[in-house]
């Protein structure tokens, strides 16, 4: 059922492509079961409505939307009597490298998908996506969840392609239309999300908490207290972790040098980019893109 506390062990096809996709028509569920994954989860509402509980806050889910759940968070979604129609999709970020996306999407992926557990914060525990229509995005699920069920000759490439596909139309639909991470809170957490999107769009600029500050109108003793308050990280711990994302998803992509990925991302220290990397990801760049070639 939905609700059973699943690991990427129980799922066959995590082992081969990284990858699995269950679905749930007609999913009812009244009672809360809080429960979590070691896994990233994309919760595809097809059809109905209901509520997503994620600690201590609930959003309104209706379909057509997609919710991303971070690693390990815990979660449950509640129906009304009539049930929903969902897709679950799980997908193991930390060990298969996501397929490489066109450029001008790259900066958007990390936005919807966290690449490592540690990227994790107090706003992107849960990221939302609403559509108008489903059924692009249905079709290439199904054909997934087919194409991993038949293990066919070519399923190991022909999987990663809807993949690709499936990501793209996401991301593209980001740009368009944006996403939400928290519903629209008061003021002052709106002059905050702004900065935090201004951040996410302009992670490559230089910036001082006197030019941040000075752009929402705070002083820099109010934006450090405040910032850290509604996001649970400082001002450039998120700045850096953002650039390190952009960082991981230059190494999965390219063959570009480390330094010039360096560069590319807003670090001008190469020493300070890798200790930054490993201390965040765990491995240096160079081992980062050996394990995801």
Not at 181 to 204: C, G, I, K, N, W
Not at 217 to 233: I, P
């Amino acid at each position: 059922m939905l609700t059973t506390q699943i690991r990427k062990r129980q799922l066959p096809s995590m082992r081969t492509f990284g990858v699995a996709v269950d679905y749930f028509p007609g999913y009812v569920n009244r009672k809360i079961r809080m429960h979590s994954l070691d896994v990233v989860l994309l919760s595809f509402i097809v059809r109905g409505r209901g509520r997503h509980i994620i600690g201590d806050d609930s959003f309104v889910e209706t379909g057509a939307s997609l919710a991303v759940t971070h690693y390990g968070q815990q979660h449950d979604i509640l129906t009304d009597r009539r049930g929903m129609d969902v897709i679950n999709v799980y997908i193991d970020l930390q060990n298969h490298p996501l397929p490489a996306l066109p450029r001008e999407l790259q900066p958007v992926l990390p936005l919807l998908l966290p690449l490592h557990p540690n990227f994790q914060h107090r706003l992107n525990r849960i990221v939302r996506l609403q559509f108008d229509d489903p059924q692009p995005l249905v079709a290439l699920l199904f054909a997934i969840r087919k194409e991993i069920e038949a293990r066919e000759p070519g399923c190991r490439e022909v999987v990663p392609m809807l993949f690709k596909h499936f990501l793209i139309l996401c991301c593209r639909h980001a740009m368009r239309a944006g996403f939400t991470a928290v519903e629209p809170a008061p003021h002052p957490h709106r002059l905050l999300e702004e900065l935090r999107s201004y951040l996410d769009q302009h992670y490559l600029g230089p910036h001082t908490l006197e030019s941040l500050a000075k752009r929402i109108r705070f002083s820099r003793t109010s934006l450090c207290r405040a910032f850290k308050a509604y996001t649970g990280k400082r001002v450039f711990d998120y700045l850096i972790e953002r650039r390190i994302q952009a960082a991981m998803m230059s190494l999965r992509g390219g063959n570009e040098k480390v330094l010039g990925v360096a560069l590319e991302c807003g670090f001008n220290d190469l020493s300070y980019f890798n200790r930054k990397f490993k201390q965040l990801v765990g491995v240096t760049p160079s081992q980062y893109r050996s394990l995801h070639p």
